[in-house]
């Protein structure tokens, strides 16, 4: 029990990361898309 | 017995999962699950409970970036491609406005709003990120090449158009400076054009032209006078450009003495160049002869040149 405890909480851990992760690629492609989008305007 | 001796309702307790994440002490929470009965067993099941919730609830939020960050760079892709092929389509009027712009951007930063994960963003134009690579932009390049005489030092190509001289610069691989011209209808017109003399022969001057006219050529159009005389440099085309409407045409008139001796005879120069087959050259003759600003053009230098002569 003890052991899934804190694989549950590495597996959080690391799902947590990989969701900042994406939320600042999100951010980015964002942002690039805006540019290109003032670019045409 | 009084049954408030049995349960004790004065704990204030909390079992909410979500708060073994924050600053309560886990021992008093441990003492307040101890205090209703619960064993420590139970109470790591709850604890793993809420991890897996929490993982489950971060895992669906995790899918769901996924699927606007794929959403999104599809979107940024489709739109980048239509820029590409519109600047293929056309890249003048994308490098004139493109420039205009650029300094309506550094006056006012506008910027588009977008929302993301439920938080409002903008972004600034990035310039750097939207800069078009220059291999794209194809403008047509061709070159003259011109003689003068000896005495000539001017850097002066008759070829019809008006242009504005803009600069002069010495390079390193030819002594003689080059200058730069624009065509008098610039900004409109984005031709340019570049004299230098030729590194081989001084008596030469080489024009690069740089794009194409977007206008009829001048209706009082010079033609070259005895001065300077039209040539053609090797692989690159050159187009005699008398009129706008006339067929693109080689000469070469500098090669050999003998070829401007058949000139005098006939009016159509024979081209010794082997690349232009001779059916070629007699159909491009045929077409211009029966050009009349051609025939006028010839008519205006020919007499031109009597005139000078006199």
């Known amino acids: ?41 | 017995m009084d049954c408030s001796s049995w349960i004790n309702t004065s704990l204030d307790l909390n079992i909410n999962p979500h708060r073994l994440h924050e600053d309560v002490p886990k021992k008093e929470v441990e003492n307040n699950f101890f205090s209703l009965g619960m064993n420590k067993s139970s109470l790591k099941e709850e604890a793993s409970g809420a991890l897996v919730e929490e993982l489950k609830r971060v895992t669906a939020e995790n899918k769901k970036l996924t699927e606007m960050l794929t959403e999104m760079c599809e979107n940024y892709n489709a739109l980048r491609s239509n820029l590409m092929e519109y600047m293929r389509k056309n890249p003048e009027k994308e490098l004139s406005s493109s420039k205009k712009r650029k300094s309506e951007s550094s006056n006012n930063n506008n910027s588009i709003p977008m929302v993301v994960n439920g938080n409002s963003e903008s972004s600034s134009t990035d310039e750097e990120s939207c800069k078009k690579p220059k291999e794209e932009i194809k403008t047509k390049v061709s070159r003259v090449s011109v003689r003068t005489e000896a005495s000539d030092t001017s850097l002066i190509v008759k070829d019809g158009y008006q242009w504005r001289k803009y600069g002069q610069k010495v390079t390193r691989d030819n002594p003689s400076p080059r200058a730069y011209f624009k065509c008098s209808f610039a900004p409109s017109c984005p031709v340019k054009k570049k004299v230098q003399r030729s590194v081989d022969d001084q008596s030469v001057l080489v024009a690069t032209y740089e794009g194409e006219h977007n206008h009829p050529h001048p209706s009082q159009m010079e033609v070259t006078t005895s001065s300077n005389r039209c040539v053609t440099l090797g692989s690159v085309p050159c187009s005699a450009s008398l009129s706008s409407s006339a067929p693109t045409v080689t000469l070469d008139w500098t090669k050999s003495k003998s070829s401007t001796k058949s000139e005098s005879k006939n009016i159509i120069p024979k081209i010794d160049s082997p690349e232009v087959p001779q059916v070629l050259v007699e159909q491009m003759a045929t077409s211009l002869t029966k050009d009349p600003n051609f025939r006028a053009a010839l008519v205006a230098a020919i007499s031109g040149k009597m005139l000078h002569n006199n």
């Open chain 1, 1 to 41: 029990e003890e052991e899934s405890t804190s694989d549950l909480e590495e597996e959080l851990k690391r799902v947590t990361a990989e969701n900042k992760k994406l939320s600042e690629m999100l951010s980015v492609v964002c942002e690039n898309y805006n540019t290109l989008r003032n670019h045409l305007m």
